[in-house]
Structures are given as C-alpha cells and as structure tokens.
C-alpha cells in the first residue's frame, strides 16, 4: 500500500457505453471527469506523482485502468481482459506502460485476467477467479508473479459478484476491508477483516494509498469503522463511476 506513483485515464464521452450489471442511468462524462479529478488530486495529495493518459474513445471502459495490466515492483504485466469490448485496452495501453514503467511484460495465455481480480499483500498476489478471470488465465500469470517474488494464490469470486476487487481491498498488511459476502467465502481467514457496514457493501472498493484510506462517499458507517481502527479516511464521489461498476481501485494502477 505504499506507492509513489499512479497511472490513470481520464473517463471517455462513450464511457455511457460502459459495461454494467444492471441500468440505472449513463453516467454524465462532464460530472464523471470532474469526479476523477478530484480522484486525481486525492493521490497527488496522498503522496503519488500521477500521470494522466488522454481519455481514450474507443474503449467506453477505459477509465478503469487497472483492468488491463498489474504493476509489481514497477514491472507491469499486461494482462487480456475477460470482457470481449475490453480486450483491446491491454495493445492500447501499453505503450503508456513502456514509457512509465521500469520493464514491460506480457501475460501470454489464451485465458483471461482482469486487474480488478488480483488484490496484492506484501508477499502475496490473491486471484479470484470470476466471469472475467479464468483459471487458465490465473495460471498463466503464476510464473510473472513468481519472478516478481510474490506467492499466487487462486481463489474463487462468489458468483454475483463482478470482481474480486469489488467487494475487498487491502487496508494494511495484515488487514482487509470486505464485505461480509466475500469475508464469509473464507478468501482472507488468515488475515484480519474488516467488514462493510450493513448496506454499505459497495464501499469495500477501497483503496489504501500511504498514509490514507480512500472510500466512496456515502458510506458513513463503514467509515467510522476504519476510523475507529485507527485509519485515517478520504471520502471521493465516486457516483458516476458506481453507474458503470466502477470504483475507487478501479481508477488507478498504482506502484
Ligand atoms: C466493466 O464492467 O468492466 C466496467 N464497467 C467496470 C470495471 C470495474 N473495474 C474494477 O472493478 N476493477
């Protein structure tokens, strides 16, 4: 959790094209690159030189970086998203990647890997297999993440949920926000949990940056949780990301 630099893309005009679940609404591209300014500066702010990539059109989902690539010890990996309208984001970003990180590498299976699957520990590299993520995919990636002197661990995403990430993510070394869903699946009993409030699972999209804990605004009750554990909380608008399934991580590769 402790970065010095974080890659993002500013959200497209066609990002109202954006996958989701469920419809309640496009987001507004005005309001949604306003909301991720101010994401922005909440790195800077948090201690992160942030580079900003131009939005890019052709990708309605490519506001969500860390889908197509993961960035371990400054070698980013490029992944092959699970989604066929994303699969072109892993070719598109990488010459972003080439420029800003120390090596390049490429996952090389016939499998599918989304970022949004892969929750990172000190030592460790969770992977929840989900809709996006296949067991051939996670498999491939083993040797990449060997070499980098993580451990893989291939877990499973519960069913409804869209991504590993969704409903975790890393608050400390030893410490997990999640919702009670996926803390129940058993994924972090070797470590501690923190679990979502009541009606606030979708604040579990987390993410922690140095000194602070980032979280979607809206969720007062698990906010007072991290604070009363001692983190100290940054709460983002994160609205219009929410209409796309998209979250707090989901903005950023950081490293
Ligand atoms: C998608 O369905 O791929 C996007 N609309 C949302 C991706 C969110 N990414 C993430 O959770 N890592």
Redesign the pocket.
Known sequence: FEFTHALCRVPADSVCD????SDRGDPDPALFRNQHAAYVAALRDAGCAVTVLEADEAF??SV?I??PALVLNGVAIVLR?G?P??LGEAAALRPALEEHCRKVVDLKTEGFV????ILCTDDRVLIGLSA?TDARGAEDLRPLVEAQGYRLEVLQTPPEI??F??ESSLLDAETVLATPALAASGAFDSMRVIETAPGEGASA?AIRVNDVVMLSAGYPETADRLTQAGYEVVTLDTSQ?AL????L???SLRY
């Open positions: 954006g996958l989701r679940a309605p989902d969500f860390e889908d998203p989604a309208s994303r989304d970022g949004g699957d996006r869209l991504h990430k969704t999209n990301a796309v399934d998209g979250g991580s989901c903005m």
